[in-house]
């Protein structure tokens, strides 16, 4: 029944603004979705004229390639283990054993391309190669997670620029990747 509800209020969105403009999007919609123009959303505070902090839907530089006009379901918010109401993007989640197991399930890692594409290029950008450090997750998850932790940090979605502010294949495409330095 939720998703008969979810998608109703998704396609009258749509329908109603004609391109889905991050802008637009209510609060809890916000995360993990993409405007028409393919940039991601990116959900922000900000601090409100009564001195309250309030937040708000931007989007973002980040494009996702191949997809948009895009709100995630519920289903992949829940299976891959990602909050909507996380401010902004970080790789720091993917030092948690605990998301890193839920991000790799067959539940979120085969079903939720868009949320897999995101942390994909977030592991990228700090060195790793998600599909590496899915297939080391039950042996050797500390080799993965010590590897994104001397990667440095990696640019935000507001501040990439240039070549890093788009997209990387998916992770199901292939990829021709030299192994990441230890």
Do not use: W
Not at 40 to 47: M, S, V
Not at 120 to 125: E, S
């Amino acid at each position: 029944m939720k998703m008969i509800i979810f998608l109703a209020f998704t396609l009258f969105l749509q329908g109603t603004l004609g391109e889905l403009d991050c802008e637009e999007l209510p609060i809890g919609l916000c995360s993990f979705s993409i405007a028409s123009s393919g940039k991601r959303c990116l959900l922000e505070t900000y601090a409100s004229n009564d001195g309250t902090t309030d937040f708000q839907c931007r989007t973002s530089e980040v494009v996702a390639i191949n997809l948009h006009e895009y709100i995630e379901a519920d289903e992949c918010v829940s299976a891959c283990g990602v909050d909507r109401k996380s401010v902004g993007i970080s790789s720091d989640s993917l030092l948690d054993s605990q998301f890193t197991d839920k991000l790799c399930s067959q539940q979120c890692y085969q079903k939720c391309p868009n949320i897999v594409d995101l942390y994909y290029n977030l592991a990228l950008g700090e060195g790793a190669f998600l599909p590496d450090m899915c297939k080391s997750q039950p042996t050797n998850s500390r080799r993965s997670m010590a590897q994104i932790q001397s990667s440095g940090a990696a640019l935000g979605p507001i501040a990439a620029a240039g070549p890093m502010s788009t997209v990387a294949p998916s992770p199901s495409s292939p990829v021709d990747c030299a192994p990441a330095p230890v």
